[in-house]
Nanobody
Framework: VQLQASGGGLVQAGGSLRLSCAASRNILTFSAMGWYRQAPGKQRESVAVITASGITNYADSVKGRFTVSRDNAKNTVSLQMNSPKPEDTAIYYC????????????WGQGTLVTVSS
């Protein structure tokens, strides 16, 4: 399984950016897909998760600003980033978890998001 993340780049604080993650297989075979990020010198953290049934969950730091969605027909999961802040600067990774797995089995290569003040 391959996960290809894209859409990263430089964005001004208060702007918007949309990340996409394309999977090489039917995303309905995954129990959940998520976005993680890792900022320089910090541990990787969960940003947003969407389950196969469409239930979403967000880190407190991005609630109300970021929205995760899925397009089952295109096998893609997106992260809409509105009103980003400089502290959102990080490498963003998409991940997928198969049913029964306790952690994410598959990871994309990451896409860099830089938010300027």
């Amino acid at each position: 399984v391959q996960l290809q993340a894209s859409g990263g780049g430089l964005v001004q604080a208060g702007g918007s950016l949309r990340l996409s993650c394309a999977a090489s297989r039917n995303i309905l075979t995954f129990s959940a897909m998520g976005w993680y990020r890792q900022a320089p010198g910090k541990q990787r953290e969960s940003v947003a998760v969407i389950t196969a049934s469409g239930i979403t969950n967000y880190a407190d730091s991005v609630k109300g600003r970021f929205t995760v969605s899925r397009d089952n027909a295109k096998n893609t999961v997106s992260l809409q980033m509105n009103s980003p802040k400089p502290e959102d600067t990080a490498i963003y990774y998409c991940a997928a978890r198969t049913p029964g797995a306790v952690s994410y089995n598959y990871w994309g290569q990451g896409t860099l998001v830089t938010v300027s003040s």
